[in-house]
T-cell receptor, first 112, second 109 residues
Framework: IAGITQAPTSQILAAGRRMTLRCTQD?????MYWYRQDLGLGLRLIHY???????GKGEVPDGYSVSRANTDDFPLTLASAVPSQTSVYFC???????????FGPGTRLTVL | GQNIDQPTEMTATEGAIVQINCTYQ??????LFWYQQHAGEAPTFLSY??LDGLEEKGRFSSFLSRSKGYSYLLLKELQMKDSASYLC??????????WGAGTKLIIKP
């Protein structure tokens, strides 16, 4: 592993289903982030974690939850997917909140 | 509210120079970032400004004026591979990044 990995690469999901998007980094970065990117809009922060064991809500947290059990992993869960959650999801990490963010390759999620 | 404005799309010619502008209104300011994003790929870091002035990095330069809430990214000697979206982001008082929608740059031969 080099950098940040995300899984799956893409997914088609029926509305109402539960889904977890995985994110793993091997840079030992303290801070991690989940964004969604929609056409015509900037990246919007869903949840973040400044360090293992802590999480916080971003701009658009409703319908999503996260956990940060260790430094490397930061999964994002959609408890009951809705079509408005169709988007490209990017995980990112940074050494600290003051530093540049490094992005994973993204997960393209379609909710039908 | 917080707002980052940048042009939706720009077109330039290979070998030329292009300037992509970004204006912002945010709750606090703790630095401005520029990222490049090729279609279907992740954003990658280009530059960071926290003080007024010009930061130069090879063919790319970024300028910041905090009093005007304004930044620009200057790309010189354009190459076809520079065709991408350029994202402006401001770190606010909570140290979260507020992102513009991005400027799609089209390079023509």
């Amino acid at each position: 592993i080099a950098g940040i990995t995300q899984a799956p690469t893409s997914q088609i999901l029926a509305a109402g289903r539960r889904m977890t998007l995985r994110c793993t980094q091997d840079m030992r970065h303290n801070a991690m982030y989940w964004y969604r990117q929609d056409l015509g809009l900037g990246l919007r922060l869903i949840h973040y974690s400044n360090t293992a064991g802590t999480t916080g809500k971003g701009e658009v947290p409703d319908g999503y939850s996260v956990s940060r059990a260790n430094t490397d992993d930061f999964p994002l869960t959609l408890a009951s997917a809705v079509p408005s959650q169709t988007s490209v999801y990017f995980c990112a990490s940074s050494e600290g909140a003051n530093n540049e963010q490094f992005f994973g390759p993204g997960t393209r999620l379609t909710v039908l | 509210g917080q707002n980052i404005d940048q042009p939706t799309e720009m077109t330039a010619t290979e070998g030329a120079i292009v300037q992509i502008n970004c204006t912002y209104q945010t709750s606090g300011f703790n630095g401005l970032f520029w990222y490049q994003q090729h279609a279907g790929e992740a954003p990658t870091f280009l530059s960071y400004n926290v003080l007024d002035g010009l930061e130069e990095k090879g063919r790319f330069s970024s300028f910041l004026s905090r009093s005007k809430g304004y930044s620009y990214l200057l790309l010189k000697e354009l190459q076809m591979k520079d065709s991408a979206s350029y994202l402006c982001a401001v770190r606010d008082s909570n140290y979260q990044l507020i992102w513009g929608a991005g400027t799609k740059l089209i390079i023509k031969p």
